[in-house]
């Protein structure tokens, strides 16, 4: 990516945009099939969170990944892979996973593509213990530089680039729990638009304390069990992982017989500035959001045949979202599937809205649908078809929505390929 | 398939440790001297913060700004210069539509250390007003808010060099038809943790904070405003290329042209801004356009630990901006 004034922006026809890898890491485990027949058997894979003391927190449940020991280096030193932190770990399993299955090589690395990556806290595990030995042990200095240049969060996705061989721009998206679904469509929108041929996009996050703390202060976390839409619901679980897509010009795919995975159709985002924390009771920015990314897919609500909600479980986002669909379906609501898959994995913050991503190409390419868990009353504002069990389902067009703090709002729309 | 705008430069804006505003900026670096600075909070490290305003911000009395990090309420008076009372005004009617990028390197990070200090004393009372500001968007969302602006606002994070990476951003929104302007907020806040951890790169780092803002426009006719000519590709540190790799191939990339404005030009006098460091060097050298003193300038950055990237600005024809 550059700029040349003298060539001018990109205009002319849109172009089709492919992806042909993706990446999963969540709790139900690592890589696509784990993650696939766990969302469509409606597991929940969460558990008593280890990483760190919860015991004086109102909750200490949440959606830990397991990770191996050992990760392959590839082209990491191996005082690099020595290094690596639990947030680069999640983001490196899920973007070998992508690069595999893409069978990008030489000739893809050669093009320097874009890597795109949301994320809300990077690295803050070592930002937290660079804290606490600055304050407890303020003479000693030792591993302090390390932990500074590794918590950045642009540390996590080099990490990724060299093991890999990339070399392309970095653009490190942080808006909040909206970061990867922002960071898919802003490499969507690269392709689509002419300014990059392929491009790697995706978000990743880890538990960590201070993030626990904040949202267990903020008395959004469940003390029973999170069940996004159930006219009960309490709160989330936090969760963590990562999500990665390979994408590329639909030509270029063909072109290369790439097996396609699915296609992005649109992407629509808007900021919500009804409260830092809050989003507006009758969701307009995320109807706003979702009106965009159909609009630059080319359908309406009668096209889209499941809605991946944000679905947080906390009262007000619910409710919110759910209002906003309500609004956006208008006749066609009760014909609208919805879930969130949250109840299961927890909440993955900066990597939510590319996990779910992912999940909605597994969703378009094996045509079923997971279920929101642990639902028994569906709150009055599921006007929609609010899928509470696993079901097969013909699908073509699904969005996926994610919303987050400071109203950062994200909708992809996604297109099973054909 | 490709159209030929100008991208102007609509709107600067500034904080700095010079003070308040672009003629701040301006005033001290014309001065060529270091600063004062003073010592970090636990006498390690040195820093030069920005100075008190001379009068209290009435920017601060919106609702949501009242609590507010540093950071925020620096970014939010360069935005405000850079927009403008015309257009802030036209923003809120939404008769604009204004895209928002904000970059950092570390963040809230004043907020952040006080939560964690509370979360590690007893989580259990630990603040949830502090919370929410620690978020890396905190900042953008505020702005956002205060300008009323609903369309997309953007925090993109990354080492100092990633200000102009936004910039590139901005002009790709800018190729559609849903923005009048993209305003590009580059800021970041002091603290004793970030003082400190300079240290531990170079004994005798002298780190600042503050706000750059540049408010880009498609114009068709720009006379009289600086323009962007170019942005190089950006230089990644990687496969062998160091950052003194990475500054000379990007001159490659930028012919000399008038004058330039590197890392240098900046730091000895401000102190090293951190993730407003490169928002500076962008203000500073379309003020030198601005002000007739050049005719093209290039801005060069090499970032700490990830990338390097440069740009040139041009003046065009016609009268400068009424300052």
């Not at chain 2, 990644?236 to 042209?257: E, W």
């Amino acid at each position: 990516m550059a700029f040349d004034a003298s060539k001018g922006l990109p205009t002319g026809e849109p172009r089709r945009v492919a992806v042909t890898g993706a990446g999963i890491v969540t709790a139900h485990g690592l890589g696509w099939e784990a993650n696939a027949e766990a969302f469509r058997r409606g597991q929940s894979s969460l558990s008593t969170i280890s990483l760190f003391d919860t015991s004086k927190q109102r909750t200490s449940q949440g959606g830990e990944v397991t990770l191996p020991e050992v990760i392959d280096a590839r082209q990491l030193t191996g005082r690099q892979r020595g290094r690596l932190d639990r947030a680069s770990r999640l983001l490196m399993h899920a973007g070998y996973e992508a690069w595999d299955q893409a069978g990008w090589g030489e000739a893809e690395r050669s093009l320097q593509p874009p890597i795109i990556m949301g994320t809300s806290a990077g690295g803050m595990a070592l930002g937290e213990a660079y804290y606490r030995q600055a304050c407890q042990e303020d003479r000693r200095r030792h591993r302090q530089a390390t932990r500074v240049a590794l918590y950045q969060p642009q540390s996590q996705v080099l990490h990724l680039c060299q093991a890999l061989g990339v070399a392309g721009p970095i653009r490190i998206v942080s808006n909040a729990c909206a970061s990867g679904a922002d960071a898919i469509g802003h490499a969507f929108h690269l392709i689509r638009h002419g300014l990059a041929e392929i491009a790697m996009a995706g978000g990743y996050d880890a538990l960590c304390q201070l993030v626990f703390a904040g949202f267990d202060s903020l008395q959004a976390l469940s003390t029973t069990i999170p069940r996004p839409f159930d006219a009960h619901r309490d709160g989330l679980a936090l969760g963590e992982g990562a999500g990665v897509v390979m994408l590329e010009s639909w030509e270029r795919a063909q072109q290369r017989g790439a097996t396609i995975l699915g296609e992005v159709g649109g992407y629509g985002n808007a900021t919500d500035i009804h409260h830092l924390t809050q989003p507006h009771p009758e969701g307009v920015a995320a109807r706003a959001s979702m009106e965009a990314a159909c609009a630059e897919a080319g359908v309406g609500p009668a096209e889209i045949d499941y809605i991946n909600a944000h679905g947080t479980g906390t009262p007000r986002n619910d409710v919110a979202e759910g209002a906003a669909i309500q609004c956006w379906a208008g006749s066609h609501v009760e014909n609208v599937c919805v879930s969130s898959i949250k109840g299961g994995t927890g909440h993955l913050l900066g990597g939510a809205g590319s996990v779910e991503a992912v999940l909605c190409l597994m969703c378009l390419r094996e045509q079923w649908l997971p279920p929101s868990l642990n639902v028994e009353t569906p709150d009055a504002v599921c006007t929609f078809d609010l899928v509470r069990a696993p079901r097969d389902a013909k699908l073509t067009h699904v969005l996926t929505n994610s919303f987050g703090f400071g109203g950062s709002n994200a909708t992809l729309v996604l297109r099973r390929a054909v | 398939m490709t159209s030929t705008p100008s991208i102007v430069i609509a709107g600067l804006g500034a904080v700095s440790a010079a003070g308040w505003g672009v003629p701040a900026l301006r005033e001290g670096l014309r001065a060529h001297a270091p600063l004062s600075c003073v010592e970090g909070p636990r006498q390690r490290g040195r820093m030069r913060p920005v100075p008190k305003p001379d009068a209290p911000l009435a920017f601060m009395r919106h609702v949501r700004l009242r609590r507010c990090s540093p950071v925020t309420r620096y970014a939010t008076a360069a935005s405000l210069e850079a927009v403008g009372e015309e257009r802030a005004a036209a923003i809120k009617e939404g008769e604009y539509q204004l895209g928002i990028l904000f970059t950092f390197m570390n963040g809230c990070v004043n907020y952040s250390n006080r939560f964690y200090g509370e979360v590690l004393a007893d989580p259990s009372l630990a603040s949830p007003i502090l919370f929410p500001e620690t978020v890396f968007n905190a900042p953008a969302s505020h702005l956002a808010a205060m300008l009323g602006s609903r369309a997309t606002a953007f925090t993109l994070v990354g080492d100092s060099a990633q200000y102009l990476g936004a910039v590139e951003l901005a002009l790709s929104w800018l190729g559609g038809d849903g923005y009048d302007g993209v305003l590009v907020v580059g800021a970041e806040e002091l603290d004793w943790l970030s003082t400190e951890a300079a240290t531990l790169f170079q004994r005798n780092a002298v780190v600042s904070e503050g706000a750059g803002a540049l408010l880009l426009e498609k114009n068709g006719e720009a006379a009289g405003h600086s323009v962007i000519e170019r942005i190089s590709p950006t230089l990644t540190y990687h496969r062998g290329r160091s950052r003194c790799q990475a500054m000379a191939d990007l001159r490659t990339h930028l012919s000399p042209v008038d004058r330039s404005v590197c890392q240098d030009s900046l730091t000895p006098i401000l102190g090293d801004a951190m993730g407003a460091s490169l928002a500076l060097q962008c203000v500073h050298a379309c003020d030198l356009l601005e002000q007739r003193e050049c005719q093209r300038i290039n801005v060069l950055h090499a970032g700490g630990n990830q990338q390097a990237i440069g740009a040139r600005f041009a003046l065009t024809l016609g009268a400068a901006r009424e300052s």
